[in-house]
């Protein structure tokens, strides 16, 4: 039998545990500073719906969500194409603003 543990490290993204009102969450923050957008969401994606099932087993309470700056959403979350992974593979998103270093909008 292989034993792992998932190590959530990236640097500058990260996975964050939190409580929003009174629900418990995950958030899941990519940069998406890599040239490749569509690279950057399939490598998203993947680690996205990898952490929602580690979090089911662990913690089954907590809602993952992934978080892209408003410049990304606004760019390339918008496309059709993104739109309906992001409907299909039932990710819920957190939009920030990087210069505000804020969340500007919360969508399930």
């Known amino acids: 039998m292989v034993m792992c543990s998932l190590q959530i490290d990236l640097g500058a993204e990260h996975l964050l545990a939190a409580q929003r009102d009174s629900e418990k969450i995950a958030v899941e923050v990519k940069s998406f500073t890599n040239p490749s957008a569509i690279s950057e969401f399939h490598t998203a994606v993947g680690q996205y719906l990898n952490y929602r099932r580690a979090l ?17 959403y606004e760019d390339f979350f918008r496309l059709r194409f993104i739109e309906e992974g992001v409907r299909e593979y039932q990710i819920y998103l957190v939009i920030y603003d990087v210069e505000d270093r804020r969340i500007t909008q919360w969508i399930r």
């Open 56 to 72: 089911r087993s662990q913690e089954p309470t907590r809602i993952l969500y992934l978080a892209v700056p408003s410049q990304t």
